[in-house]
T-cell receptor, first 111, second 113 residues
């Protein structure tokens, strides 16, 4: 059974800092790994998707890496802004479409 | 182009009642998946439907059921509601059954009292 863990559970940083969110998973037989953003009471917005054969993906100030052998992924956010404040969720994709989510990291960026 | 539409947005039900949640996928998407998100936790997989057939089921009791219609919209039904069913129910649509290109709706907030 796939289990996904995210560390830290919450993070508060001043504006402008670079930060790293961590995700670990127990079964390395994954289809892909995705990072989502969730604003309070809202649905999920896809940020980055890394296929199982890839090592990293970048979009603007976001960079996500994947190490399947060690069961780890990191999301790097450069030059954080107050608008980045949200919950960040890591999800592992199985071959038949199921996503297994971590519990999320609540990020607060204060001015 | 409209995104994934879920209705209703909020719902309050009493223990023991039945509830039906609805989801309309993005035009052209043939797969719909349902997730339950309890406050403070990540979403948990309930069902996936593709071309009107169930492709996957999560670890939920038989009180939970779903179906997909010929226009690819979907319903999630929950019978004999328990307090623990209170959650945000998320629908996601995608082109096919693989875990790519998911677009999530804004969810239905269900409160059971």
């Amino acid at each position: 059974k796939q289990e996904v863990t995210q560390i830290p559970a919450a993070l508060s940083v001043p504006e402008g800092e670079n930060l790293v969110l961590n995700c670990s998973f127990t079964d390395s037989a994954i289809y892909n790994l995705q990072w989502f953003r969730q604003d309070p009471g809202k649905g999920l917005t896809s940020l980055l998707l890394i296929q199982s054969s890839q090592r990293e993906q970048t979009s603007g100030r976001l960079n996500a890496s994947l190490d399947k052998s060690s069961g780890r992924s990191t999301l790097y956010i450069a030059a954080s802004q107050p608008g980045d404040s949200a919950t960040y969720l890591c999800a592992v994709g199985a071959s038949y479409g199921k996503l297994t989510f971590g519990q999320g990291t609540i990020l607060t960026v204060h001015p | 182009d409209a995104g994934v539409t879920q209705s209703p947005t909020h719902l309050i039900k009493t223990r023991g009642q039945h509830v039906t949640l609805r989801c309309s996928p993005i035009s052209g998407h043939k797969s719909v998946s349902w997730y339950q998100q309890v406050l403070g936790q990540g979403p948990q997989f309930i069902f996936q439907y593709y071309e009107k057939e169930e492709r996957g089921r999560g670890n939920f009791p038989d009180r939970f059921s779903a179906r997909q219609f010929p226009n690819y919209s979907s319903e999630l039904n929950v019978n004999a509601l328990l307090l623990g069913d209170s959650a945000l129910y998320l629908c996601a649509s995608s082109l096919d059954w693989t875990p790519y290109g998911y677009t999530f709706g804004s969810g239905t907030r269900l409160t059971v009292v």
